[in-house]
């Protein structure tokens, strides 16, 4: 009798715990984190390349010529690091490379894939911003940044990509399966 019962209770046959309000609540709060961080990504890389004029005017949009990584790096970074940044202000591969993780980082972070690789290629972004400008304005060490970072490792760690998004259909793929990274 013991046999059956260990066997009947093995991993496969427990039916998962109901999940209860706040579990829920709690899964809908860090979708819309989610969805929220996303906007503010695909925002700046829509603005910096078609200067919608919220902090990019038209004529200094990516699409017109105008460098996303130039004005900044050029004039706002200061601190330690303020002249390895100032070397690569305004320079082709740097701007490519900027946009492209904006872009990259704002979808994932929207539709709820890739969310290991959104959030740390993210908190990496998030850091070299936080250390383009040293130290932050308001703090001694602590600013934004940092935070986001933090909040983009929460929502790899609870899979938030799952609910109000794409995240479980993603997984399912062979590709994704094989390569674990990419969840």
């Given amino acids: 009798m013991t046999a059956t019962i260990e066997r009947n209770t093995t991993a496969t046959t427990i039916a998962p ?8 609540a709690a899964r809908f709060v860090w979708a819309g984190t989610r969805i929220a961080l996303g906007w503010i990504f695909l925002w700046a890389f829509l603005d ?16 017109n010529g105008g460098s996303p990584t130039k004005g900044f790096l050029t004039f706002g970074a200061a601190g330690p690091f303020k002249g390895i940044y100032q070397d690569i202000a305004g320079a082709t591969w740097a701007d490519w490379l900027f946009m492209a993780g904006l872009a990259g980082i704002g ?19 998030m850091v070299l911003m936080w250390t383009a400008v040293l130290p932050p304005e308001n703090n ?19 899979g938030a990509g ?16 094989k390569y674990g990274w990419l969840k």
């Avoid at 715990?17 to 829920?24: C, D, L, V």
């Avoid at 972070?109 to 990496?124: E, F, Q, S, V, Y």
């Fill in 48 to 63: 910096k390349a078609f200067g919608l004029g919220h902090e990019t005017e038209a004529k200094n949009a990516w699409i």
């Fill in 107 to 125: 979808v994932a972070l929207l539709l709820g894939i890739g969310m290991r690789l959104a959030a740390t290629t993210g908190a990496l972004l």
């Fill in 140 to 158: 001694l060490f602590m600013d934004d940044h940092l935070i986001y970072a933090a909040v983009l490792a929460g929502l790899a760690l609870v």
């Fill in 17 to 24: 715990a109901a999940e209860t309000p706040r579990e829920r």
């Fill in 162 to 177: 799952n609910t109000l998004g794409l995240g479980r259909a993603w997984a399912n793929l062979p590709i994704v399966r």
